[in-house]
Nanobody
Framework: VQLVESGGGSVQAGGSLRLSCVRS????????MAWFRQAPGKEREWVTT???????NYADSVKGRFTISRDNAKNEVYLQMNSLKPDDTAVYHC?????????????????????WGQGTQVTVS
């Protein structure tokens, strides 16, 4: 499974960006997809999950501002980010897991996802 992110960039506070992640090597619609982010000098943190069951979860820091969605026909997952803040500045990584545990929506740690993209930079000033 390969994941490739796109859509990052620089935006002013209050602006919006939409990230995309294309998955290849697996066409299963039950794969759980997530977004993580890593700011300079900080640990990679979980942002949101679109589980294989269809359940979506969000970190409290982005709830109400970010929306995850997916298009199974295109093997893509998206992250719509609105009302961006400087604290959202980070490299955003797409992650995937095909296991049944993550399909329940419970996976929120880096170790629970088997596949990762290289990341796309988001800078909010």
């Amino acid at each position: 499974v390969q994941l490739v992110e796109s859509g990052g960039g620089s935006v002013q506070a209050g602006g919006s960006l939409r990230l995309s992640c294309v998955r290849s090597g697996s066409t299963s619609s039950t794969v759980s997809m997530a977004w993580f982010r890593q700011a300079p000098g900080k640990e990679r943190e979980w942002v949101t999950t679109h589980a294989g069951s269809g359940i979506t979860n969000y970190a409290d820091s982005v709830k109400g501002r970010f929306t995850i969605s997916r298009d199974n026909a295109k093997n893509e997952v998206y992250l719509q980010m609105n009302s961006l803040k400087p604290d959202d500045t980070a490299v955003y990584h797409c992650a995937a897991d095909s296991g049944t545990w993550c399909a329940t929506g419970r996976c929120r740690s880096r170790a629970e996802y088997n596949y990762w993209g290289q990341g796309t930079q988001v800078t909010v000033s």
